[in-house]
């Protein structure tokens, strides 16, 4: 059988790296040859925008193959253009997937059961048609999820046994005011614990052959002494770790939740690699993202 | 300058009606004459799927258009048929605009501050294009969010002032399990307490000539004991209810967190409404939905 934290693992481990990369594509990120033909191409238009992103991200994955174990588009970034960018998206992952590389649909998706299973279908599974047919959706491995509503807002997304595909829920999030909600809560328990503990009761039995389950935990690079509390919590989980580099979050931070074995935590960077050719000032977009890729690989080696 | 509360409370008083129909299309609910139409168009495809919907909410908006105060896509239902689900929305939403119709697009959408503005632009508001464009997103006028990240995933939604275009939070949801997080805290305050806090908290300054604020509140029906004490937490936001008829909860329990001047509550149907053809048989799909419309109008009259 299929698990979805095997296959990570896989990954990891054929490319030796526990880097995730963003593909965060903003106008104000591309180079400016891939403006200009979309431009020729579509004008100013959403067509024109989403048609620039895909040229982007397209490269942006033949320079870091093999040198990342997954990669992570924001969704938002792609629904900001309508039905245009999700095409775009769909063409993204669908080009991931020719080159092996896992894709972690980042969506913070959630809804009461029959509602998130409409989310299961067009992200990780299939819908249902009009006469029978069985209509694949996105084809991303893993989801973001937001548990606020709870175990039936979760199941939809794992079904009853582990398979191809996985979530990350919500934790602990990298941002300022992460705390408004979840650093609230009584003397026992912070709110970002109590869902850890959620975390921890729906993964039981779901280990896979890596000893990983597969309902991971986002858990924010910005606040390591918590990541190191939550791992205690969630021994098991595949912590996905946002807020490294651009964000402020050290090699030391993002890694501080990581197991004894070595396992556990892959870290995120977006706007660090898909815009690094703005902060060298080069032409080479491509080498410019699978240099600053090999960057952080090392920085996050030599923390380990 | 508008003002999304107010907005909504002409719709009110315009059709005497604080019903929300939800446009959640599923193939299974679909009238079989749309089904085929469809079908001999595009085939079983995903593009066919929309399709249907597409006639589908066309012709349910038209038959309830007047006696709603608004309509509430579940963007799930579209999402599971990728970017021709997403096109479908789109065309359901510019629809409902030229009959004047507000639209709640229910999303539950959340992420940190800058990625959570792609999404107010894709929902509420307008992209950058690559050379300076405004590049309209859907248009609809609110958006439900997800409060977990806090304040920096809210105000990127909402604005320093309001304008014509507001958010419901997720306080208290209407499934089995909601209370797996939601109910728990320490002795002074739940989860959904401390959320509705929060709520009032980002509202200060911010109600509209109707005496309401751009920033609702999701609190479902199946919880009418908590709706009151949220009430007593959010004087001046107006409560958006789903749970209503098909998930259990009566017009009584729909109305519980209502303000005593009979303002800041809409109840959402969409199963009750938009399936009544299959509850009742009957081929005219359009006319039973306007008449389970009507009922479940004459029915919230008579709980308020």
Redesign the interface.
Known sequence: MPHAADDLQRSIDATGSIAVVGL?P???L?PPAL?QA??AAHG???A??AA?FLAFNRGLIDAVAGKCCALKP?L??Y?????????C??ETVAYARTKGIPVIADG??????S?????Q???LGA???????S?P??GAQWLTI????????VTPFTGKAPGGTGVFV?VR??????????D?????AT?AE??AT?VQRWSEGRRGACGLTDIGAVVGATWPAQARTLRGLMPDTLFLV?GYGAQGGSAADALAGMRSDGRGTVVNNSRGIIAAWQKHKSADWQGAARAALEAMNADLATAR
């Open positions: 965060d903003r106008p104000a591309l403006v979309a431009l100013d238009t959403q024109g925008v620039a924001q938002a970034c629904e900001a253009y309508g039905s245009a960018g999700l095409r998206l769909e913070k998706r959630n809804d009461i059961g509602t998130a299973e409409h989310y279908q067009g992200f819908a249902p048609g009009l006469a029978g047919a209509l959706g996105l937001n548990a606020y509503l709870g175990a039936d807002g919500l999030t990298s941002n300022p005011s992460a705390g408004d909600l979840q609230q809560g009584g003397a026992d709110v109590r869902m959620l946002p």
